[in-house]
T-cell receptor
Framework: DAKTTQPNSMESNEEEPVHLPCNHS???????IHWYRQLPSQGPEYVIH???SNVNNRMASLAIAEDRKSSTLILHRATLRDAAVYYC????????FGAGTRLTVKP | GAGVSQSPRYKVAKRGQDVALRCDPI?????LFWYQQALGQGPEFLTY????????KSGLPSDRFFAERPEGSVSTLKIQRTQQEDSAVYLC???????????FGSGTRLTVV
């Protein structure tokens, strides 16, 4: 399994952009990079995923390094509702969660 | 349905009792995962299905845990002779495949007393 390294926690101010990094240096060429988040007392929620190219959707953007050994989830304008634990997962046949990054958004 | 449905939402079991947890994935989703999430922890992988085939069950903590998906749609996670350490939220997720995002259910909160 590809190992991931994410900061334990990050803080952001409301309305400001947030860049959540993830290192996945042992990723294989066919592993998609998935990001999920989990709000308190809820199940995980899909955020975004990609393989090689940067990706955008209504929730976030995903920037993938050219060597694919790292990626960054970008929330363009953090809101209080974005406070959650964010998980980066290189996906093979199994999808295993690491410790994730706990994002705190300050008003 | 519109999402992944799990039932029951809450389950209280006496120690030693057998329980069955149900997951109704989104129609047409071939991939299905089960996870166990203890309080304050991240989800721990239990098992993975592609259609009716159980491709990976390496995360099942003991032989008391058993999962099936006989027709490639609904899946059941069974826990025999429940113990207090089995108390957790059990999550199910489904997808059209790894090239697509996974949708999670709301989970079943199991409390063993």
């Amino acid at each position: 399994d590809a190992k991931t390294t994410q900061p334990n926690s990050m803080e952001s101010n409301e309305e400001e952009p947030v860049h959540l990094p993830c290192n996945h240096s042992t990723i294989s060429g066919t592993d998609y990079i998935h990001w999920y988040r989990q709000l308190p007392s809820q199940g995980p929620e899909y955020v975004i995923h990609g393989l090689t190219s940067n990706v955008n959707n209504r929730m976030a953007s995903l920037a993938i390094a050219e060597d694919r050994k790292s990626s960054t989830l970008i929330l363009h304008r953090a809101t209080l509702r974005d406070a959650a634990v964010y998980y980066c997962i290189p996906l093979r046949n199994d999808m295993r969660f690491g410790a994730g990054t706990r994002l705190t958004v300050k008003p | 349905g519109a999402g992944v449905s799990q039932s029951p939402r809450y389950k209280v079991a006496k120690r030693g009792q057998d329980v069955a947890l149900r997951c109704d994935p989104i129609s047409g989703h071939v991939s299905l995962f089960w996870y166990q999430q203890a309080l304050g922890q991240g989800p721990e992988f239990l098992t993975y299905f592609q259609n009716e085939a159980q491709l990976d069950k390496s995360g099942l903590p003991s032989d008391r845990f058993f999962a099936e998906r006989p027709e490639g749609s609904v899946s059941t996670l069974k826990i025999q002779r429940t113990q207090q350490e089995d108390s957790a939220v059990y999550l199910c997720a489904s997808s059209q495949g790894k090239n697509y995002g996974y949708t999670f259910g709301s989970g079943t909160r199991l409390t063993v007393v």
